[in-house]
């Protein structure tokens, strides 16, 4: 799996254009070494972990992995939830430790924190939230608990079904409290930030990844088959 960076130093020189290079990605989203031009590189991503599963579920689904793609899928909806989770309690002004405190209690347990957000989306906007259907539910359980192998249209469905659940969560967060999402994306940056010391240069950037909290849905978002054809994978 890789992600897209741009090195600062041969974007200037080729003034402003970037020029994009892979790496492997990253657990902590920071990236040092050198580009191929040689340039000394550190570069934090602020990709959200819900977005880097995502993209390596879509990977997984273009190198014919469908499995691997189904159970990413279903990893991107578990961690949407907690980042959902953390900015509806940011606009509640709940203290970042006593969060940490409370979601060390339900961190083990993805139906626990399917819980929380289903509660606190209710008490947050007074609408029950849609959820993955029934059918696609069954999808992943068997998927992830009885080994079933799907084939590449279950993948297909599957990873459909975990972008509009996402991209609608994105679009209701965005539009209701657009300052505490921004407010949860910086301390997730901050974090990153940390691990880079008193290291410099040091250039932050936003992968160009499929699923991104900091781009404007307000007025719709890329169909997933498009996403599909953007990766050459045919349907
Ligand atoms: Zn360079």
């Known amino acids: 799996m890789r992600t897209g960076l741009i090195c600062p130093e041969c974007a200037e020189a080729a003034g402003g254009i970037g020029t994009f290079f892979v790496e492997t990605i990253r657990e902590d989203g920071l990236y040092t070494g050198k580009c191929p031009n040689g340039h000394d590189l550190l570069i934090a991503t602020q990709t959200l972990r819900h977005e880097m599963l995502f993209e390596i579920a879509l990977n997984a689904i273009a190198d014919g992995y469908y499995r691997e793609a189904v159970s990413s899928f279903a990893a991107s909806i578990e961690r949407f939830f907690e980042f959902a989770i953390a900015v509806l309690s940011s606009t509640r002004a709940v203290a970042p430790e006593v969060f940490c405190a409370a979601w ?27 959820l993955l259907s029934n059918k696609m539910v069954e999808l992943r359980n068997e998927v992830i608990h009885k080994s079933v192998l799907p084939e590449k249209r279950d993948a297909i469905t599957f990873g459909a079904a975990a972008y509009e659940f996402i991209q609608i969560g994105v679009q209701k967060l965005r539009g209701s409290c657009l300052a505490d999402v921004n407010n949860i994306l910086g301390q997730h940056v901050a974090k990153i930030a940390e691990k880079m010391g008193s290291r410099y240069p040091r250039t932050f950037q936003v992968t160009p990844t499929a699923l991104n909290v900091i781009q404007d849905i307000s007025v719709g978002y890329k169909p997933f088959d498009q996403l599909l054809r953007d990766r050459n994978i045919r349907v």
Do not use: D, H, N, T
């Open 104 to 130: 060390k209690k339900v961190s083990s347990q993805s139906e626990r924190q399917l819980g929380a957000y289903v509660f606190l989306y209710v008490v947050s906007f007074g609408a029950v939230p849609q």
